[in-house]
């Protein structure tokens, strides 16, 4: 889980590295005052960033949205012609992200598609391949995800996903009491599938909640 309290190190580098604009902290006020799940913190969006300037992203699909606040710090990352399209589940959600987004600068670059992940992503493959996909979804259908991804992706793409320590437990022979036995073994699939360096150059990066990243070769 993130917790509220972060780092000395995290203060530094959202500081220097990842302040954030009027929107960015608008949309984080209002998740905040809803009581909306925690989504991504200000460091992992630049991380976000740096990653999708570095491969030169320009088509990107966001598997759950939540607030809109990872979709924004992604568009930020893409050419003004860039599309991001991004998969919200929760109607009640999927209307505050697009009020969110709306005032923001990269509305056009957005696009929310309200639905099941799974029957969204086959409405998608017509418009692949992508250069990214980031996975931030419900943790049990990460390998579904991951499945369409690599099939969708193209060589020289992206493949991301957060909370892939899963709260903890996918280092552990078994699952903690906070996660299921099948988002356990799935996510403990997940990365020995990005972890393959025959079709991957990839790693976890040690953040607070582990974010796999695979460069698709
Ligand atoms: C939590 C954090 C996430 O980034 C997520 O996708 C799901 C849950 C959490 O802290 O509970
Ligand atoms: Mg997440």
Known sequence: MRSKNISEATRYIRT???????????????????????????????ILHVLMRMARVRTAVEI???GGYSTVWMARAMPENGMLYTIEKDPVRAKKAQENIDQ???KGRIQILQGDALDVLSTLSDKAPFDMVFIDADKGNYVRYL??????????????????????SVYR????????KTSHNVMQEFNRRLAAPEKYDSIILPTEEGMTVALKR
């Open 16 to 46: 220097l590295f990842a302040p954030e604009d009027a929107v960015l902290t608008q949309i984080n006020e209002r998740i905040a005052s809803e009581d909306q799940p925690i989504h991504i913190g200000a460091e992992e969006g630049k």
């Open 104 to 106: 923001s600068d990269v």
């Open 173 to 180: 022979d078994g699952p903690l009491e906070n996660v299921s």
């Open 147 to 168: 499945d369409w991804a690599e099939e969708h992706v193209a060589s020289g793409g992206l493949i991301v996903g957060d909370n892939t320590f899963l709260f903890g």
């Open 64 to 66: 759950g949205t939540l």
